[in-house]
Structures are given as C-alpha cells and as structure tokens.
C-alpha cells in the first residue's frame, strides 16, 4: 500500500497565499505519477493539478497563474503553491498517486488514480 499524507490547509483571507504538501513513500515515491483535486460541498471531486514523474505539469486554464504544482523527489514530497486566493477556493483538497513506468504521463482523471490521501481543508474567507 502507498500511503500519503497532506499537509498545509487551514484558514486563509482572500487575496492571500498558501502551500499544500503531499509527503509520500520513500521508497517508491520517484516512480508514481502524482496529482491534486479538490471536492467543495455539493460538488464533485475536481481535477487541480496533475505532475509526471520528471515534472511535467497540467493545470485546467481556470487555475494557471494562480496555482503551480512541483515535487521534490528527493524529499519525497508534491506540493501544490495556491496565490490570490479567492472564496471559491474552499474544499477539501486530496492527493493523489499512480505507479507509472512512464516519465512524461500526467494523469488528469479521479479514475486514473490508484491511492488517496485523507485530504486537507483549505478555507477561504474574511
């Protein structure tokens, strides 16, 4: 089993910043494709962000400028940087890992996903 474990949420203002991080397995972090979503109340579980093993990333449109994801594979960890925060942003936020012998693959869908962190609150408001 792959166990992930996030860090980082909390209570933020808008217009404000923060960091998430996904601490996974030393052992085998290196080859797992990673990812972050986020399920708000009465919503679906939506994509944030995904990252290949090498560190190529995909961000849906709505969230780049705003949002970046990198990893460390030496400490590793998956982080995800969220800027000019709004209240829209509130969810719980989830990582997500995927064994993958490819390099480059960035997975986008809740179903390509093999395990799952326990999530972290993020909430945003005055």
């Known amino acids: 089993q792959v166990l992930l474990v996030e860090s980082g949420g909390g209570l933020v203002q808008p217009g404000g910043s923060l960091r998430l991080a996904c601490a996974g397995p030393g052992r085998t972090f290196s080859s797992l494709a990673m990812g972050w979503f986020r399920q708000a109340p009465g919503k679906e579980r939506e994509f944030v962000g995904g990252?290949?093993?090498?560190?190529?990333?995909d961000l849906p449109n709505s969230l780049k400028g705003r949002f970046t994801i990198s990893r460390d594979n030496a400490k590793n960890t998956m982080y995800l940087q969220m800027m000019s925060l709004k209240p829209e942003d509130t969810a719980v936020y989830f990582c997500a890992a995927a064994p993958d012998v490819d390099l480059l693959r960035v997975r986008t869908l809740v179903s390509e996903y093999n395990y799952w962190g326990q999530g972290t609150q993020v909430t945003v408001s005055s």
């Open positions: 990252i290949s093993r090498s560190g190529r990333d």
